[in-house]
């Protein structure tokens, strides 16, 4: 598995192609006071209190359909708060978190009719940049990340891995403080999913940048977050938050059987077992 | 090269079956008129159910009369389906574009389709002239349906959480429907194009019977005076190949532009 030097994204030795830096690193600060969601009747999610400091990774677990997703949108301005406040590097309007933070949905969503590096190109294009910059600046980065010599290929074309890194490329490029990934690797087999985790946490270390990550898995939360925290049944509620003993550690497979880490895991596992029951 | 073997047959059997089945029922057709089996039972002339041959045979001996109303017809139905398709269109993007506008419309587009085209293609023709214009009109009226609600259909089927990473990633509401809507409609608009360049030589036929001097439809009315059966036969054999050769124009075109499916 480590043998594929794709893996890695430092591992091409060179560190000339940067992703395009945050605008202000300083501004990716997230803080949730009170916040509470409803639509219409539903309460979704009720009294979140949240802080992720810059370049911080926060996990977010809970049983399906307790509104981490919600939440998710909540954060990166996709959608208001029905209660509470939701800050970003001090801004409080959606608009202004929208411009600060950049979301990867669950599924991939490459949009089948562009090439794989013109996705990935997306934000940069819309930010006004011509396509061949665009290109050029996006092919740099198919190097490091791994996915050299697919830069033309239709995204139907490429392995659910490679379609996620790109995905992650596209979220990365648009030089956001902050980044708010939606069950990134939910579609992805078990060992596939276990080598994007890790190119991740590498991703992450080379690049670092706030990261509001929502996750089934706990075990994926843990291995990538900082801190993790653990949502109740609707309406969800923050019913444990822990620290994560080895955040993005090189080796995957040494850091998730530390038995720290194997005990934050039962920790939170038994949190959302207790939460799942409902209050 | 197995596969492609293999492929090459399915295709080829694609065609074959169609056309031992078209055969066989030509054959049937031209045993039974040979016989006067049809002619017998329906108590009619002979010349008043012709056989395949015979319709063959008219089609080839009056190839410049109706290559010279195929022409009007084409026409008729070519601007008549362009018009459709710019209103069509445009009309799809506004209701797609503003819920208030494809609120109030929908139901009267849809109301609309229940008015048959014979009742109103007489009307059109006192409004607008025995020129082509009235030809035009009903052609769009009639291709109007298919192209515009599937067109709308298309820039509606846009995943709502492509919508929130498109504006996650700054792209404005003109960027996210030249970038994301537009491209996710067009197989949808193909397939309302299929429909629209099919019915379009029924909205071309009314209105040629509504008034008219030229057409296949006109020529059609006017050999029922003189019971040219077997040329009407024709007539609308040519008008078929010509739908036929428009689906398949549309077809082509949708292999050009949609490349990602």
Redesign the interface.
């Known amino acids: 598995m480590r043998q594929d030097t794709r893996m890695e994204p430092e591992s091409q030795g060179s560190r000339t192609v940067e992703a395009p830096p945050p605008q202000n690193p300083a501004a990716g600060d997230v803080v949730l006071h009170g916040v509470g969601h409803a639509y219409g009747q539903l309460r979704t999610l009720e009294g979140i209190e949240l802080e992720l400091p810059a370049q911080g990774v926060l996990g977010l677990v809970g049983p399906s359909g307790c509104g981490k997703s919600t939440l998710l ?1 909540l954060i ?3 959608r208001e708060p029905s209660t509470g406040t939701v800050s970003m590097g001090g801004a409080t309007a959606a608009e202004e978190r ?2 600060s ?7 991939d ?1 490459l ?3 562009y090439s794989a590096i013109d996705n990935a190109a ?2 940069l ?3 006004g940049m011509g396509r061949r910059e665009a290109r050029e600046a996006a092919a740099g980065l198919f190097e490091r990340f791994g996915l050299s010599g697919f830069q033309i290929s ?1 995204p ?1 074309e490429l392995s659910g891995g490679m379609r996620q890194r790109v995905a992650f490329l ?2 990365l490029i ?1 030089g956001k403080p902050v980044l ?1 990934l939606d069950e990134p690797f939910a579609s992805l087999d078990a060992i596939t999913r276990a080598e994007m985790q890790e190119w991740l946490a590498a991703a992450l270390r080379a690049d670092p940048r706030s990261v509001v990550l929502v996750s089934h898995d706990v075990e994926e939360a843990l291995y990538l977050s900082d801190r993790v925290a653990v949502l109740s049944a609707r309406p969800g509620r923050v019913v444990a938050e822990l620290s994560a003993p080895r955040p993005r550690a090189a080796d995957r497979d040494a850091a998730v059987t530390d038995p720290a880490f194997v005990a934050a895991r039962e920790e939170a596992l038994r949190a959302l077992r207790h939460g799942s029951r409902g209050s | 090269m197995h596969d492609m073997g293999e492929k090459g047959t399915t295709r080829w059997r694609r065609w074959l079956f169609p056309a031992l089945l078209l055969a066989a029922l030509l054959g049937l057709w031209q045993l039974a008129c040979s016989t006067g089996a049809i002619a017998d039972a329906l108590d009619l002339e002979s010349f008043l159910v012709p056989s395949p041959a015979e319709v063959a045979s008219a089609l080839w001996e009056n190839r410049g009369l109706l290559a010279e109303n195929a022409w009007v017809t084409l026409r008729e139905m070519l601007l008549g389906i362009l018009a459709a398709l710019a209103v069509g269109v445009a009309f799809a993007v506004l209701m797609h574009l503003s819920r208030v506008l494809r609120d109030a419309t929908y139901p009267l587009i849809v109301a609309s389709q229940a008015i048959p085209i014979v009742v109103i293609a007489p009307i059109l023709v006192v409004w607008f002239g025995y020129g082509i214009t009235p030809k035009i009109v009903i052609v769009a009226l009639i291709c109007f349906f298919p192209v515009t609600v599937n067109a709308l259909d298309g820039l509606r089927s846009v995943d709502p959480e492509a919508v929130k990473m498109m504006r996650s990633l700054d792209a404005s509401r003109r960027q996210r429907f030249w970038r994301v809507e537009a491209p996710a409609a067009l197989p949808s608009l193909f397939t309302g194009m299929k429909i629209a360049v099919v019915i379009a030589p029924i909205g071309a036929v009314f209105a040629e019977w509504a008034g008219s001097s030229s057409g296949l439809g006109h020529l059609i009315q006017s050999d029922m005076a003189y019971f040219l059966v077997a040329r009407q036969f024709a007539t609308v054999f040519v008008l078929s190949a010509m739908a036929l050769a428009l689906i398949g124009l549309v077809a082509l075109a949708e292999r050009r532009v949609v490349t990602w499916r």
């Open positions: 949108e990166c301005g996709l929208l411009a933070c950049a979301f990867m949905p669950q599924r969503l949009l089948p009719w997306l934000a294009r819309n930010q239709r139907t596209r979220t648009a708010a």
